[in-house]
């Protein structure tokens, strides 16, 4: 069991609770928190105070007082008329990380908002009942609104969510798990709706399979050496102590231990005509390394960003203020996530050129051309390389940073915006495709270890080929490798290879 105290919570525990496998209560510390800032808001409505978002309009409108006797409306209001997200939903996962970030916030205790409200998040991660979240219509700036907006909704039995593996009437589904619906009272709405959770989610569980991504490039990295005949030399730890990036040297031990006692490497250790590798093959401490470097930036961003307030205004019960700021703007995470696109997309395109120095009989050292004993009558691996070229360009159009425009919305009042949650669905969009991309290496590779037999490479490496040869098999005869991609595709997601990563 989680307890959630408003801490920082790593990308570890997030993927965790999304994935059902953890659960999660409010700690007692945290729940006297929320209930001593909730009183302060009672105090306010009494005194008849003005305090935005409390009893005013919002954004535009903040100048605009509400009468005492419709502030529970005002909330209602406002968690409606901000549910205009469109397009395909967020996936339940990515949801279900939603949900606990925005419980987690709640429970730092700024929000001025009742404790049930973090109880029946938590009762909906038990009972998975998952909000329809449509994943576009947020700029990032006065919160994720619209996300969080369809979030809240499931919340009051408005909408739809997920459950049992239907998609339901939120009403129905909380019915079916026996939750209650919530009643908004004061500044719930706001509380609900402000902040970063959505961007943070789903940029959260990208970066989650990024780094694993990362890791495993070494592994698809050191099999195209091995099937290159390539030299280990300049993973030398020597080398790398002289220029010492912790992500260059941990690529680089990783690099010696996956390629440790290969015959392949003792066959070629005389009489090579060969001085250097490429620097597909030779550089890939450096920029493995500089991505992973640049994912442990983004990480650490994203977990402070876990523990964070990010409502606005917020209440602070030890003095009894509440104090409006821009904790909810996403420029943060909008540039972290479109540093770690860059980051991995640049992982895509060192792996695409390893690709094409295995298939290309101007380059793979002696291996059959397009690795097919048949070639001419047979094309074997020639669209492998092709595939990824697209995939690729695909990425670098993705690339594109999101947190450099700015439209200015609200009627001017919100006049600089993150653009955060385009980041972050950009970025998940680079992940999935260097999956892929990182899939037709590993079997390019294991096709080109085929024709270094019967000479073992090294002991990581040789796992690697075993496991790849699980899900697919040694080519041929020419067949369709599509299958074969996605199958490879599952394997790096269900975890296959995280021994060797």
Avoid: W
């Amino acid at each position: 069991m989680l307890e959630l105290d408003g801490q920082k919570l790593s990308l570890n525990q997030i993927a965790a609770v999304a994935k059902g496998e953890e659960q999660v209560a409010l700690s007692s510390a945290a729940r006297r928190r929320v209930e001593e800032s909730r009183r302060v808001v009672e105090k306010i409505v009494a005194a008849g105070r003005t305090v935005y978002g409390v009893n005013t309009g919002f954004g535009k409108l903040s100048d605009v007082h509400v009468e005492p006797s419709h502030l529970n409306q005002l909330q209602l209001n406002l968690v409606r008329s901000h549910s205009v997200g469109l397009g395909p939903p967020l996936s339940e996962d990515e949801a279900r990380a939603m949900m606990l970030l925005r419980a987690n916030v709640l429970a730092l205790g700024y929000s001025g908002c009742r404790p049930v409200l973090i109880d029946t998040l938590a009762a909906m991660l038990e009972q998975r009942v998952t909000p329809v979240i449509p994943e576009k219509g947020s700029v990032g700036a006065s919160g994720d609104l619209a996300p969080l907006a369809h979030l809240a909704l499931a919340l009051i039995g408005e909408g739809e969510a997920f459950h049992g593996g239907e998609r339901l009437p939120s009403a129905e589904a909380l019915r079916r798990a026996g939750i209650e619906p919530l009643t908004l009272e004061v500044k719930e709405g706001l509380a609900l709706l402000n902040g970063t959770q959505a961007m943070a989610a789903v940029g959260a569980m990208a970066l989650f399979r990024a780094e694993r991504l990362a890791r495993l490039a070494d592994v698809a990295g050191a099999m195209a050496l091995e099937a290159l005949r390539g030299t280990p030399v300049a993973f030398d730890e020597r080398i790398h102590s002289a220029r010492p990036h912790p992500g260059q040297i941990a690529v680089a031990t990783h690099l010696r231990e996956l390629l440790r006692d290969s015959e392949i490497r003792k066959s070629h250790l005389e009489n090579d005509p060969r001085v250097q590798d490429a620097y597909s093959l030779r550089c890939m401490p450096q920029v493995h390394g500089a991505v992973r470097g640049a994912l442990t930036h983004v990480r650490k961003i994203v977990e402070t960003e876990t523990g964070s307030a990010t409502d606005n205004p917020l209440v602070f019960s030890e003095t009894r203020e509440v104090l409006s700021g821009g904790n909810f703007h996403g420029a943060p995470l909008a540039l972290s996530f479109d540093y770690a696109a860059i980051a991995v997309t640049d992982l895509m395109s060192i792996s695409e050129r390893r690709i094409d120095r295995l298939v290309n009989p101007d380059a793979n050292d002696s291996l059959p051309p397009f690795l097919t004993a048949n070639a001419g009558m047979s094309s074997g691996f020639m669209m492998m390389q092709v595939t990824a070229v697209a995939l690729l360009c695909e990425a670098k159009v993705l690339a594109h940073p999101a947190s450099i425009d700015n439209v200015p919305t609200d009627g001017g009042k919100e006049d600089h915006v993150s653009m955060g949650m385009t980041a972050a669905t950009k970025f998940r969009a680079i992940v999935d495709l260097a999956e892929h991309v990182t899939a037709i290496e590993l079997i390019t590779a294991a096709e080109g270890l085929e024709y270094r037999a019967p000479l073992q490479p090294g002991r990581g490496v040789k796992q690697a080929h075993e496991i790849v040869r699980s899900h697919v098999p040694h080519l041929t005869d020419d067949r369709s490798l599509a299958p074969d991609i996605q199958k490879m595709v599952a394997a790096v997601r269900q975890g296959k290879f995280d021994s060797l990563i």
